[in-house]
């Protein structure tokens, strides 16, 4: 019985032993190079849908195309130059994520054929064997001969292929002139050393492709970590190979965003700070620091112009001034102690948010802001902070608290003097200033030692400029008097906040529609604000309904979109499960309508929002996901962001003004698409998938 399954099953898989599912062929630059000349020749490699080969680092699986030339004497080939692979990650369990590096579809592997001077003019045949994997939900081992004719005569003529040849060399990796740089982030872990490497360019790749090395591994899964607008940064683990020492030198492939990954790329070799890894630099340089207590400081000072503080400056002033007529060191004097008060006060804040980081346990800014979910936190936090200058509501202290505040800064000398640093304290915590807001983010993630000089930076900046009119009573009169300006101001003050959310919402997002779902996200958040201000704290009616409903749109907006297409909380390097897509065309929908296959074709734009919502509600999501496996769907995706004369002929001809436009079409190659209706559900999208794989 056993012998006969085994028998079936070989026979079951003839089909896929003995044919190549990969198309190849070799084409030339050149039908006729003189002699001395280099030529171009192509390894074009065509696979079905859903088949793919390698590039040159296979990755966590798969093997690299190799090409056994057999070349006519005086003809040598150099090295193989790879296009641009696809990246593919996927998640087998919780644990473990494979990432390879792939080509599907079409690509044409280029190598240099170079002719010596003294070639005698006539035809020479080029040929060579291809090896390569090939591989869907199999992967199969397989060859093919591949040959062309080259003339040698004295004039260079192009051949047919030349504009092919053409098109695949602008998609090749550039030499890489920038500097780049790595480092070791910290020790060892085992086999297993996280690396960082930085990039300083205008235009700031997204990731990098290591190439292979038999003595280490860098692993697929990439970290993008915080930069600046010249300069990226990215983390990669390294796990080296049983007795050998950790690299000296990395090489890999700069990467860009995926839409314009060629533009993008560029290879480079970076040296690795301490070579066999005995020295390793901070993943944080310390400037960042320096630069957070700038910003503490002068945030502290920006504080003192704010209306829940100006107000209080000049009546305190004269106050220490009104104790002591006759003896001006006594200004001085209350000045101090006044300041000493800000002071201890703030040191009472830093005690407590050590012990908030504590309970937390974040470790530091460094690992914080690259953590997805703290990015997405820091964003609301600072967008809050804006809306709250905007006055769109209000952070205010409790009644009793502010009260007892008062009455102890009341009193005279210098216990008042102290206490009207702690009440000028109790009145600033409210007013979040510009450059005060992104200190405190960093300081909540520092070591204990770094609270501290963060919050005392900034309460210095508070006290300054009390304590330097208390030196000089007489520059009292250059203080600007409270006013409507003060308003103005804090209004004003929103817009850097603005900007700074902006660019966090920029830093969270991982994929290209991350920014749109982040930024509606943002604007429910801004509307429950508005609502809390306006209706609950402003109100005087239906609070409570106005409270509901502000917690309702919180909800959704989690529900909705965090947890939705967001999907904030997949860890670290996780791409979003996803669909296959391949770029649509009408001849790659007939292919695979004449292969058996049915298709899925979603014409999209990144403008159309409605095309968004459909995908997230109804296409991709992973009932959706199964049936397109199930029934051996392909998908395409036709982005019609920019003008495409075919996409538009398509919308004529189904009737749409434009997108969104989703055809299903059966595996029958005979039968038309089902079009299906502008607004989706996933039951609409699953009946016509279920009856299109009948």
């Known amino acids: 019985m056993i012998r006969w399954f085994t028998v079936a099953a070989f026979l079951a898989a003839l089909p896929v032993l003995a044919f190549n599912k990969t198309q190849t062929r070799l084409v030339l630059s050149d039908q006729t190079a003189p002699a001395g000349a ?19 680092n296979g990755g966590d699986a798969g093997s690299p195309t190799t090409i056994d030339w057999h070349l006519p004497k005086g003809v040598t080939a150099g090295d193989v130059q790879w296009p641009i692979p696809h990246k593919m990650v996927e998640k087998i369990s919780d644990e473990t994520t494979l990432v390879t590096y792939i080509y599907s579809n079409t690509v044409v592997l280029l190598v240099p054929l170079r002719l010596e001077a003294g070639l005698a003019p006539g035809k020479l045949e080029i040929s060579g064997t291809a090896h390569w994997q090939e591989c869907a939900d199999i992967c199969v081992m397989a060859k093919d001969d591949v040959s062309a004719t080259l003339t040698i005569g004295s004039q260079e003529q192009k051949s047919s292929d030349a504009d092919l040849i053409a098109q695949w060399q602008a998609r090749l990796p550039g030499n890489a002139a920038a500097p780049a740089a790595a480092r070791w982030d910290g020790p060892a872990k085992g086999e297993i050393r996280r690396l960082i490497l930085e990039w300083r360019t205008n235009a700031p790749p997204a990731d990098f492709y ?12 990439t970290e993008i970590l915080p930069g600046t607008p010249d300069r990226v940064q990215l983390r990669k683990a390294v796990k080296k190979s049983d007795g050998t020492a950790w690299p000296a030198r990395v090489a890999g492939m700069w990467v860009g965003r995926a839409e314009t990954a060629t533009a993008f790329a560029m290879e480079a070799d970076m040296s690795v700070d301490a070579p066999g890894g005995v020295v390793a630099k901070p993943a944080e340089p310390p400037r960042s620091l320096w630069a957070m207590l700038g910003f ?146 960093f300081a909540f993630t520092q070591p204990p030692v770094v609270i501290v000089e963060v919050f005392l930076a900034a309460g210095l900046g508070l006290a300054l400029p009390f304590v330097i009119i208390c030196l000089q009573p007489r520059s009292l009169r250059f203080l600007p008097k409270p006013g409507a300006w003060m308003v103005r101001f804090k ?197 016509a998938l279920d009856a299109a794989g009948r």
């Open 296 to 441: 503490a400081l002068l945030g502290g000072l920006i504080l003192n112009v704010m209306p829940c503080v100006l107000p209080v400056i000049a009546l305190k002033i004269l106050g220490f001034v009104n104790q002591s007529q006759e003896h001006p060191g006594r200004v001085r004097q209350l000045g101090f102690v006044y300041g000493l008060g800000v002071l201890v006060s703030f040191l009472i804040l830093a005690l407590l948010a050590v012990g908030v980081q504590k309970a937390g346990g974040v470790a530091n800014w460094g690992d914080a802001i690259r953590n997805p979910q703290f990015q997405v936190i820091v964003t609301v936090l600072i967008t809050l902070v804006a809306l709250n200058l905007f006055g769109v509501f209000e952070v205010t202290l409790s009644g009793r608290a502010l009260g007892a505040a008062t009455g102890l800064a009341s009193r005279q000398g210098l216990g008042g003097a102290f206490f009207n640093g702690a009440l000028a304290t109790a009145l600033a915590t409210p007013c979040t200033a510009p450059f005060l807001a992104p200190a405190l983010a």
């Open 38 to 56: 280099t030529v171009w020749a192509g390894l074009e490699m065509k696979m079905p849908p859903g088949w793919h080969t390698y590039w040159r």
């Open 491 to 687: 209004v004003a003050m929103g817009f850097p906040m603005m900007a700074t959310a902006v660019w966090l919402a920029w830093v969270a997002a991982r994929e290209p529609d991350d920014v749109l779902w982040l930024g509606l996200f943002l604007v429910i958040v801004a509307l429950a604000a508005w609502i809390w201000g306006e209706f609950v704290q402003r109100g005087a009616a239906r609070r409570g309904l106005a409270g509901g409903i502000g917690v309702a749109l919180l909800l959704l907006g989690y529900f909705g979109i965090l947890e939705g297409p967001l999907q904030w909380r997949r860890p670290i390097g996780q791409a979003k499960p996803g669909i296959a897509w391949q770029a649509w065309s009408d001849e790659a929908v007939e292919q695979a309508r004449r292969a058996g296959h049915p298709a899925l074709v979603d014409f999209t734009a990144k403008s159309c929002l409605n095309c968004k919502v459909n995908k997230a509600s109804s296409i991709e999501i992973a009932p959706t996901r199964e049936k397109l496996k199930e029934i051996n769907a392909v998908a395409f995706e036709a982005d019609y962001t920019h003008e495409d004369p075919a996409i538009a002929r398509t919308l004529q001809k189904y009737d749409r003004p434009g997108v969104p436009l989703v055809l299903v079409y059966p595996k029958d190659a005979t039968k038309p698409p089902e079009v299906l209706p502008p607004i989706l559900t996933p039951s609409i999208v699953l009946a």
């Open 210 to 221: 290591p190439f292979a090395n038999a003595d280490f591994d860098v692993q697929g899964l």
